[in-house]
Every structure is written in structure tokens, then in C-alpha cells.
């Protein structure tokens, strides 16, 4: 039985669909049934009541879900016993926030592919908060996400400073005048970029008179070109998504910095398959 469909399963119970499964391990929705099928067949059980839609998990299909973890993570620990020391190889599971994933995983990859021929890299989106957790869990072996301002203890990987994004039309407006007569985007406030700005926007006493969350950094950045509003981000998204139609001006002095941090799961983070992998994100 390969460890495959065991991770398809996971990723089914996590994210309580076929459907969603198939969209984060970038497969076919028939594809995930089949790898389901086969699983069912050669355990000679069925892991799914499928009268339900979407099928959910039979009771004895959870306890071999909880099971499937514990062998992935097996499998994990087990490659990097057998690694060459300084030498990574294997299936990595790697998240990103998504605007990290633009910027540094083909760089990542690329210096893989000379540095480390023997590691395989699956990668999967997410926020800050749920990659967290999923590391946590074991359900990845790494993340890199926006660190909160107390975090202290992950290796860094990135700093990006976070600025002001203005519409042309406000190009000579003060950030007051903004305040006052734009709605201010939003990145959501509750994870990662949109807590830091949260949190700075509290301790300044500034707030928008009309204020509109989006959860997209580039469906933001469409609005403030727009002329809809304006926003505060990392500098790379404004830069990326900006062109001409955008102004852009600094948050604070000292610039606020948004820092993006490598959280490993214990399994990687005590050797050098966890050095090898930050030194790759870092170069």
C-alpha cells in the first residue's frame, strides 16, 4: 500500500471534501475517488458513507485517518534518518502564504534542484494561522507565514516593510485626508499581514470612516487601482500588483516590517533536514 492515498485521506478529513482535497493536492476530483476506492479495497473496508454529499467518513474511517497521520509522519522521520547528513531528500510538504509562494518558492526550488536532486517539494497555500496549525498537527512539515510582533523564535526568512497604497487621485492626500473620505481595503485583520496592520492602525489611533475586508491581496490591490480606496501591504505586493496607478508611501518611521518565519514541525526542525531547508529559502 503506498503513502499516497493516505495523504489524499488526510487531506480529505481536513478539509471535509473530495472536492476541496483535489483542489490543494492540485489533482482530479476523479482521481482523489479513485486513490479512495483503491484504499477501500485493498483495507477491505469501507471508509466512507457515501449516501451522504458529500460522503463523509465512517467511524472506522476516522480511526484509520488518525492512523494514516501517524504513518506520514513515520515516513517523514524516516527519510531524514537515512539522509545523507547536510543532504535532503524525499517528500517535503511545504506551505506558504500565498504572497510568499510568489515570491520565494521558484527560488526555492531552483537552487533544490542543483543543492538537493533527491528532495521532492509539495506545496500548498494557505493563511497564516491555518498553516500554523496544520504544521503543528503534522499535517506539514513546514510553513512560512507572517510572524505576529512578539514571535521571537522562528528563523527568519524575509522582511518586507508595509506601506501606505494610495489611488492616484489621492497621490498628494495625507494619510488623515485619506482616512476621511476613502474606504480603507482591508487585508483580512484577523491573520498574519492584516493583524500586523491592525494592530499598528490601533496603536496610531487611526481608523477609516468606512472600512471593506477582502481576502485576497490581489483583489485589493485591483481596488485601490481602481480608485475604489486605499490600503497598507507589503511593498512587494504593492510594487506587483501597483503599476502606475498606485502610490505608494511609507507606514511609520521606523518602517513597519512584516516578517515572514520558517515553523517546522518537531520531526524536521532538531536536524539538518530543517537547516538544509531554511538555508534554501534564505539564500
Known sequence: MLNRPLATLVMIARTSSFQRAANELNMTLSAVSMQMKTLETSLGVALFDRSTRPPQLTPLGRRVELAARDVLAAETKMTALVAEPGKMSGIYHIGFVPTASVRLAPAMLLRARAQHPDARFEMTTGLSGDLSRRVQAGELDAAVVTAPMSDRGHAVVAEEEIVWALPNSHRESSIDECLDTLPFIQFIPATGIGSL???????????????????????????????????????????????????SRSLSDPPLMRRLVLEQHVRLEAGDQGRELAKLLKS
Open 197 to 247: 496592520i491592525d494592530a499598528h492602525l490601533t496603536e496610531a489611533g487611526q481608523s477609516a470612516k468606512e472600512v471593506i475586508v477582502i481576502d485576497s491581496v490581489e483583489a485589493v490591490m485591483e481596488c485601490v487601482r481602481a480608485g475604489l480606496g486605499f490600503t497598507a501591504l507589503p511593498r512587494p505586493d504593492v510594487e506587483r500588483y501597483g503599476s502606475d496607478l498606485v502610490a
